[in-house]
DNA sequence: CAAGAATAGTGATATATATCACAGGTTTAC
DNA sequence: GTAAACCTGTGATATATATCACTATTCTTG
């Protein structure tokens, strides 16, 4: 049952029964069903998620109502309003399913708490943390360095599935380019 | 003599003398002149580097030897390529002084003995690593939904010292636009 | 099942930004 | 102290990308 969330913190610090039946103890589960929100800007951001199954994307909208996705959230990720979350704000970002999807779910209080109490859990966090922290550089440095179709292709390549889960509009506004450009690239 | 680095920390977690004494055994100083190489790319990364004073940046050159500034680390801030310095590997970007500057230095050896034997020096590592990523996704955010103008003008409001202290190109390269360009947005 | 919404491709045009080139001023380093 | 390197502004032009508009197709949802 809770196999998957296991080996998924397994990966990164052993575990034994007892501490993993600890460790669940801090989590809820919930389900979506596709298009709906798991939290809207605005809102309380009560809980960062991992992703068991589905597929979900982390949103923001700017003044002239246009969609940018930050972040899609598959299978075995973690997702959230980070800065909503930490901070206790509302959230400046909306996190919508594009699959159906379940995920588990940690309060801000639970997360605090399995630091304190648990060595292991803060270092998977902080590990969790810092392979968060490389990515976005990264993100960085190809929207700095690349151009549409250099992303695209650098998407396509490190992500090959989300091509056939995600509509072209979606990955557009991923990578900050308009969807009439995008579909040009390769026509 | 010390301060600056005590009470960095102790703006996350509060520290004992002797608490202090044991973190400090973990850490070197260094001082890097005007336009020095702290480490340049395919270097090992020995160190993550906690900037005293001076004022230094994030570099990736890339296939045509144009130049990307990833971040400028200011005082107070730490600064390594932490992929490299995370995973051992070669160094894939190079940290350059821009001003004359002093650090403390953490090898990778003792950033995971501190961890291990002291809870606190991890929460504080964990928040720190937080706070990056939350920093980065704003960043990405930026490059996603303003123009080359805005984002000039985010960045003087930001960090309105930084203007003074770094050449217009560099702060082009920087913020991901020509120095022709932005040279003509306030002209 | 049907109506409305979302998706995808593509033409025509506008706009932001890059690139190349040059000149004058400043800084750096041996 | 001087040559070389760097920095800045600006003109002319090229290029990538956005925007607007229209059509056809496919999903979604009550």
Redesign the pocket.
Known sequence: MHEKLRSHIEKIVPLTDKEFEFILSHFTTMHFK??HFVFERGEKVEYAYYVVSGLLKLVYTDDLA?EHILSFAMEDWWESDFYAYFNQKKATMSLKCIEESNTYCLSLESYQNLCINMQKMESFFLQKSNLGFIGSQQRILSLLTT???ERYEQLLKQYPSLIQRV????LATYL?????????LY?
Chains 1, 2 share one sequence.
């Open positions: 596709k298009n246009n151009n549409s179709k509509s072209k509009t979606q900050g380019v308009s969807r009439e450009t995008l579909s040009r026509s």
